[in-house]
C-alpha cells in the first residue's frame, strides 16, 4: 500500500458512494425529461396502500406498532455488530497468534446474545408482542326501532355515482349560485290587546 496510485479502502467507498449518487440522479434528471406530464384529478389525488384517503390523519393507532418497530431494530442493530464481528474474529491470524481468541470471542458474543434473548423473552412474556384478536360482536342497543326498520336500510340498494372530474371549487361555486331556501320561518303571535 506505499504506492500513493492506490485507492485506499476509505477512497474505494467514497468512490463507489459518488458512483450511487450519480447514477440515481442521472435516473430522476432521465424520468423528468422523458415522462409524460398528464395531470388530472385522478393522478393528482391521494392515494395510500390501495385505499383513498378519507378524512383527518389524526386517528387512533395502535401503540404495540412502536413496540414491533423497537424489536425489529433491536435485532437489526443486532446483525450489525454481529457481522463485523464475524469477519473480523474470523480471520486466521487471530486464531493462529492465539487461540484463546476464539473462545474469548465466543463467550463475548454469547453473552451479547444472551441479553437480548432475555430481552426478547421479558417482551414476550409481558404480551407486548402478542396481538389480541377482536371478536366481533353486534352491538344490541335496546331502542324502541324495531328490527325490520334497520334490516330494511341494510337491505336497500344504494345508487353510486361515477367519478365527476369536477373539482370541489366548482362544486361549492354551483351550490353558491343556488338561492338559499330557509327550511324553518318562524312566526310570531301577536300580542291580544282586546282584554
Not at 58 to 85: G, H, K, M, S, T
Request: aromatic residues 14%; charged residues 20%; contains cysteine.
Amino acid at each position: 500500500m506505499d504506492d500513493p496510485g492506490q485507492i485506499s479502502e476509505y477512497g474505494k467507498i467514497l468512490l463507489m458512494a459518488i458512483i450511487g449518487i450519480l447514477l440515481v440522479s442521472g435516473t430522476m434528471l432521465l424520468a423528468r425529461f422523458l415522462a409524460p406530464k398528464n395531470p388530472n384529478p385522478i393522478k393528482l389525488s391521494t392515494y395510500e396502500c390501495g385505499e383513498e384517503s378519507r378524512g383527518t390523519s389524526w386517528v387512533q393507532f395502535n401503540p404495540r406498532f412502536y413496540v414491533i418497530a423497537l424489536v425489529f431494530l433491536l435485532f437489526d442493530v443486532e446483525l450489525l455488530f454481529i457481522f463485523p464481528w464475524a469477519t473480523v474474529f474470523g480471520q486466521a491470524e487471530f486464531i493462529a497468534a492465539d487461540s484463546r481468541w476464539g473462545w474469548f470471542s465466543l463467550i463475548e458474543m454469547g453473552i451479547f446474545l444472551a441479553i437480548l434473548i432475555v430481552g426478547l423473552i421479558y417482551v414476550w412474556k409481558s404480551g407486548d408482542i402478542s396481538w389480541i384478536k377482536p371478536q366481533h360482536k353486534t352491538p344490541q342497543v335496546s331502542v324502541n326501532i324495531p328490527t325490520s326498520a334497520y334490516e330494511a336500510i341494510n337491505n336497500k340498494s344504494y345508487s353510486l355515482r361515477d367519478y365527476q372530474e369536477q373539482s370541489i371549487e366548482a362544486e361549492l361555486a354551483n351550490k353558491a349560485a343556488e338561492p338559499v331556501k330557509v327550511g324553518f320561518k318562524p312566526r310570531f303571535k301577536k300580542p291580544n290587546t282586546d282584554a
